[in-house]
């Protein structure tokens, strides 16, 4: 099975792709993180998430 997990509000200081999957790997080592991107143009998704 596989999750998809959207987080807001990050600020662009902390948008690192390595310094995130460092700290998602060490505050959940119970779970498997294959794969993560960073959106930034996202209005559509907001739309959604709204609803």
Known sequence: ASRTLMIRDIRKTACDEEKLSAYFREAYPSFQITHFTLAYNIAQ????YKR
């Open 45 to 48: 998704l907001q739309h959604l």
